[in-house]
């Protein structure tokens, strides 16, 4: 098997609600196997909606969709089987218990792992008497997650997989989803966390009112967005006294009291030439604080930016509804 196998691929994706709201509106991406690929964005972004395409729930409106090299909806006896699913929201027979779920799901399940094998790997072992109704919320989460992975996938869908875990069972889940993709198993997650994705994702996309607004590695987007500088003036200095900022590759300041914040895409530039205007100028810079930009700046900068194009721009929901 070739390990550059394109294990998911989306060209062109659409999904279209109610005959004209289109919440999918041309989503391409791949997933390499082995690969664990995050799909973030805004409530409503479309990332559910687009997941359910891939995991052959739905007909796309428009577009294609390969998984494991076969439509997951017209060819679903193929790909069923060799895919594990945890939606947003599981659904069990709340009368049963844990135990009696996962042997249930298991009799569906080709090739399933034993009910205690898959459990322990969640961290419910110790509570597979227990009916289905008296679990917890993350204890259901990670019920789902046992259940995805009853068929020991090559392909695991994790729709937001961690929403209600504590701390200690997001971690707990980081790790296993980190052991599966050591394996082999290839990922596609969705999540509002983006210290989850910035922990696990090998590649993001960020989805943007149905449409890929950013994509990349986790530092490729970031690296997309300006670094930040900020220090407080020393005592008598004025903004007007700094090196000019634009030679520093500064491109841009705001000022908050005494604290001037600087933004650059040359974090080193900027800094060097900061610091050597400091020593020469034998002052301190109070507070100084530099910094790359995070995950979450990019992320809010991203649907921002993507928020004023849409408005701006002539393809606003109004028309697309109107098609
Ligand atoms: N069955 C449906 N009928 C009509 N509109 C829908 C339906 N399902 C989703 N939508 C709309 O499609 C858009 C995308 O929804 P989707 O659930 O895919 O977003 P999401 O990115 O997963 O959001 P969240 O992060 O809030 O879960 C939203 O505007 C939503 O209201």
Redesign the pocket.
């Given at each position: 098997m070739e390990t550059n196998e394109r294990v998911i691929d989306v060209t062109d994706l659409r999904r279209v609600?109610?005959g004209s709201?289109e919440?999918v509106r041309g989503v391409t991406f791949s997933v390499a196997r082995g690969e664990l690929f995050a799909l973030l964005?805004t409530?409503?972004?479309?990332?559910?909606?687009t997941v359910e395409l891939l995991e052959g729930l739905a007909v796309p409106a428009g577009g294609r969709v390969r998984v494991l090299g076969h439509d997951p909806y017209t060819e679903r006896d193929l790909v069923r089987p060799r895919v594990g699913v945890m939606l947003?929201e599981g659904g069990f027979p709340s009368e049963l218990t844990v135990a009696e779920a996962v042997r249930m799901w298991g009799g569906c399940t080709s090739g399933a792992r034993p009910a205690g094998e898959a459990l322990e790997l969640v961290g419910l072992d110790r509570r597979s008497r227990v009916r289905v109704k008296q679990l917890s919320g993350g204890e259901k989460r990670r019920l789902d997650l046992a259940l995805a992975l009853l068929g020991r996938p090559e392909v695991l869908f994790l729709d937001e997989p961690t929403t209600g875990l504590d701390a200690e069972g997001r971690r707990a889940t980081w790790n296993l989803v980190r052991e599966l993709r050591a394996e082999g198993t290839t990922v596609l997650l969705?999540t509002?966390y983006l210290e989850e994705a910035e922990e696990l994702a090998d590649r993001l996309a960020i989805?943007h009112e149905g449409r890929i607004a950013a994509e990349g590695r986790v530092d490729e987007v970031v690296a997309a967005q300006p670094s930040h500088i900020s220090f407080e003036l020393p005592d008598g200095y004025f903004p007007g006294d700094l090196p000019p900022l634009a030679e520093l590759g500064v491109s841009g300041h705001e000022t908050d009291g005494r604290t001037i914040r600087l933004r650059t895409d040359e974090l080193q530039r900027a800094a060097t030439g900061l610091l050597l205007w400091a020593r020469d100028a034998r002052v301190e810079l109070r507070g100084l604080d530099v910094r790359s930009a995070s995950l979450e700046e990019a992320f809010l900068r991203i649907a921002q930016d993507a928020r004023t194009e849409t408005m701006a721009g002539p393809e606003n929901r109004d028309e697309v509804a109107a098609r």
């Amino acid at each position: 098997m070739e390990t550059n196998e394109r294990v998911i691929d989306v060209t062109d994706l659409r999904r279209v609600y109610g005959g004209s709201y289109e919440a999918v509106r041309g989503v391409t991406f791949s997933v390499a196997r082995g690969e664990l690929f995050a799909l973030l964005g805004t409530n409503g972004a479309g990332k559910t909606s687009t997941v359910e395409l891939l995991e052959g729930l739905a007909v796309p409106a428009g577009g294609r969709v390969r998984v494991l090299g076969h439509d997951p909806y017209t060819e679903r006896d193929l790909v069923r089987p060799r895919v594990g699913v945890m939606l947003q929201e599981g659904g069990f027979p709340s009368e049963l218990t844990v135990a009696e779920a996962v042997r249930m799901w298991g009799g569906c399940t080709s090739g399933a792992r034993p009910a205690g094998e898959a459990l322990e790997l969640v961290g419910l072992d110790r509570r597979s008497r227990v009916r289905v109704k008296q679990l917890s919320g993350g204890e259901k989460r990670r019920l789902d997650l046992a259940l995805a992975l009853l068929g020991r996938p090559e392909v695991l869908f994790l729709d937001e997989p961690t929403t209600g875990l504590d701390a200690e069972g997001r971690r707990a889940t980081w790790n296993l989803v980190r052991e599966l993709r050591a394996e082999g198993t290839t990922v596609l997650l969705t999540t509002h966390y983006l210290e989850e994705a910035e922990e696990l994702a090998d590649r993001l996309a960020i989805l943007h009112e149905g449409r890929i607004a950013a994509e990349g590695r986790v530092d490729e987007v970031v690296a997309a967005q300006p670094s930040h500088i900020s220090f407080e003036l020393p005592d008598g200095y004025f903004p007007g006294d700094l090196p000019p900022l634009a030679e520093l590759g500064v491109s841009g300041h705001e000022t908050d009291g005494r604290t001037i914040r600087l933004r650059t895409d040359e974090l080193q530039r900027a800094a060097t030439g900061l610091l050597l205007w400091a020593r020469d100028a034998r002052v301190e810079l109070r507070g100084l604080d530099v910094r790359s930009a995070s995950l979450e700046e990019a992320f809010l900068r991203i649907a921002q930016d993507a928020r004023t194009e849409t408005m701006a721009g002539p393809e606003n929901r109004d028309e697309v509804a109107a098609r």
